[in-house]
């Protein structure tokens, strides 16, 4: 059992009630590591910290560029630290190591990338249409940042926040998920190692309504940033709201992905089961809705069903797995549920719907690979997220008619559309409310490119240029260069 501390302030300590939560491997069942149960005291420390390193001391000091050589250094040892810091993500959320030792290879680059782009952060020279004055705006950081990511990708959607705040020069108080904390908390040991001040990032793990809570509310935190499910996100955003506090939230999704009859059907196929089993369902831009055009619905439908028949469930540290367990207890048992609705509501069950009773699976928690057809675009199995490895097969006739059911769900966060037709690609990149349109392709991202949600999916965008500006605000200066003052009750 291994046992991880709350990092304040540079330094790791206890959390001041003593107090622990264990986190289990979602694969053997069982309790591996402990975390520390923080409270409302332990928030007011690291907010405090946050607060000082931001405004006085070394961090303030620092310029932009030296700033970014600190973001570059980090990414440098997070390459470093790829292989052990994802399998503390494999025992603690269950995803494949592979999946893991990707990211953790790939995230590297988003503190490059923001450490190359601190520096590029400017202001403007107004050409004002009144004589006699100068004026010009500055980009500002906000100050403290509260960081709240979800369990299934901690340090990946982390870094996607972290980044770009740290390249504002905001200082942070990250508070991850209870279910999945010990990652974060071994990534940030690597801070001291690359000498960042102590303040400027700061962790304190524990529950939702404990710390989540008070780190929202607390004064002196001037920006949070959320990932995870809308109804928390909402209860946040109308926390924030009292307080006028800034607010990012990337939240869930019930993307379509679209099938028209002149795609290629191999990439398509590969594409929707990817799309949906690859992470056993746990993401956000899961494509769990699976539109097919009329002419290849019964062909897509078959080789969908077959090839999913054909995944490896298992270990997620063996190379062979190819579907992992549910991350954690109340989520599986959520996806159990819907199972039941789904079949409640008059789909048919086509693939799964089981606890996976494969000798390979032990006393994980495992799915099998669901599929649903004859799914309305009312039923709840279409227009809630399930956030597990269930499929909802829906027809379409025409162009149209897959634009209304692609649209017909209060999220926006994802979709995909595959068709050989480059006006079509053109015509549905335009039409679809969603942030981000694949065509040909589904679940790619990148540090480069924007990232966030329409409609309820959230607010904001992550990743890009773009991210780094809800870190900043805008000041206006004005100078008078030789203006007369004139009549002091007249505005000029």
Not at 61 to 67: P, Q, T, Y
Not at 236 to 251: G, T, Y
Not at 263 to 271: K, R
Not at 303 to 322: F, H, W
Request: proline letters at 5%.
């Amino acid at each position: 059992m291994e046992r991880y501390r709350l990092y304040i302030d540079g330094k790791h300590c206890d959390p001041d009630n003593g107090e622990w939560l264990t986190s289990e491997n979602p694969f053997t069942g069982q309790a591996w590591a402990e975390v520390p149960r923080g409270q409302a005291s332990d928030v007011e420390r690291a907010v405090s910290a946050a607060h000082r390193a931001f405004d006085a001391g070394t961090w303030p000091e620092l310029s932009a560029s030296a700033r970014g050589l600190l973001l570059h250094r980090l990414g440098d040892r997070l390459a470093q630290e790829a292989s052990r810091l994802a399998e503390i993500e494999v025992r603690d959320n269950g995803k494949l190591y592979a999946e893991m030792y990707a990211q953790m290879n790939y995230l590297p680059q988003w503190f490059r990338y923001y450490g190359g782009l601190a520096d590029k952060v400017q202001g403007n020279v107004i050409p004002l249409d009144k004589k006699g004055f100068f004026n010009y705006t500055r980009k500002e950081p906000l100050g403290v940042v509260a960081i709240i990511t979800p369990w299934n990708s901690p340090l990946m959607l982390l870094a996607w926040k972290l980044a770009p705040a740290l390249a504002s020069g905001c200082t942070v108080v990250i508070k991850p998920s209870e279910f999945t904390s010990a990652s974060t908390l071994a990534f940030v040991r690597l801070f001291d190692e690359v000498g960042f001040p102590p303040g400027v990032v700061n962790v304190v793990t524990g529950l939702g309504n404990e710390v989540g809570s008070a780190l929202v509310s607390h004064p002196l935190v001037k920006k949070i940033t959320f990932t995870g499910a809308d109804g928390t996100g909402r209860r946040i955003n109308e926390q924030a709201a009292r307080d006028f506090k800034h607010v990012s939230l990337e939240l869930g999704g019930k993307s379509p992905n679209i099938v028209f009859d002149d795609a290629n059907i191999d990439d398509a196929v590969n594409g929707a089961v990817a799309g949906i089993f690859a992470a056993t369902g746990q993401t956000c831009i899961a494509g769990s809705r699976l539109l097919v055009q009329d002419g290849v619905y019964d062909e897509v439908v078959s080789r969908v069903v077959e090839l999913a028949k054909t995944a490896r469930m298992g270990d997620p540290m063996a190379k062979e797995t190819q579907v992992g367990p549910i991350t954690t207890k109340p989520q599986f048992e959520k996806v159990l549920s819907y199972i039941e609705i789904a079949q409640d509501e008059g789909a048919t069950l086509v693939l799964g719907g089981k606890v996976a009773q494969r000798a390979e699976c032990g006393n994980g928690w495992f799915i099998e690979p669901t599929i649903f057809t004859n799914v309305n675009n009312k039923m709840r199995i279409a227009q809630e997220e399930v956030f597990g490895p269930v499929l909802s097969v829906i027809r379409f006739k025409d162009e149209a008619q897959a634009v209304d059911i692609a649209n017909d769900v209060r999220f926006g966060l994802g979709a995909g559309v595959w068709t050989r037709d480059i006006g079509r690609a053109f015509r549905m990149s335009e039409r679809i409310q969603s942030g981000t349109v694949w065509v040909n392709t589904y679940r790619a991202v990148s540090y480069m490119s924007p990232f966030g949600g329409y409609k309820d999916s959230g607010l904001g965008r992550e990743n890009g240029i773009d991210a780094i500006h809800d870190f900043l605000q805008t000041k206006s200066v004005w100078i008078n260069t030789g203006a007369p003052t004139g009549n002091p009750f007249v505005i000029r």
